[in-house]
Nanobody, 115 residues
Framework: QVQLVESGGGLVQAGGSLRLSCAAS????????MGWYRQAPGKQRELVAG???????NYADSVKGRFTISRDNAKNTVALQMNSLKPEDTAVYYC?????????WGKGTLVTVSS
């Protein structure tokens, strides 16, 4: 069973940075897509950034130029570097893996950006 565990969330002031990490219980080279999603209170969960095994990336328009996703297949981790944070980035951030019709989700880590 695939387990994904997020870490790195917390409270930060607007303009600050945080680095989220997602650790997988399996070799993520077997998981084509790894991504970060977020869900703010009262809103639907949305894709923030994703990366494939071919290192192809995609980002939500709202985070382009501020967030960077990376995966380390050797360490079985996926990171999300978040810079220039804004109060509207406040949300629970979830790690997701998807491959061969299967999806795996972590339990999330809370990011709070104060103004």
């Amino acid at each position: 069973q695939v387990q994904l565990v997020e870490s790195g969330g917390g409270l930060v002031q607007a303009g600050g940075s945080l680095r989220l990490s997602c650790a997988a219980s399996v070799m993520i080279r077997s998981i084509n897509f790894m991504g970060w999603y977020r869900q703010a209170p009262g809103k639907q969960r949305e894709l923030v950034a994703g990366v494939t095994n071919f290192r192809s990336t995609n980002y939500a328009d709202s985070v382009k130029g501020r967030f960077t996703i990376s995966r380390d297949n050797a360490k079985n981790t996926v990171a999300l570097q978040m810079n220039s944070l804004k109060p509207e980035d406040t949300a629970v951030y979830y790690c997701k893996g998807a491959s061969n019709g299967m999806e795996y989700w972590g339990k999330g880590t809370l990011v709070t950006v104060s103004s």
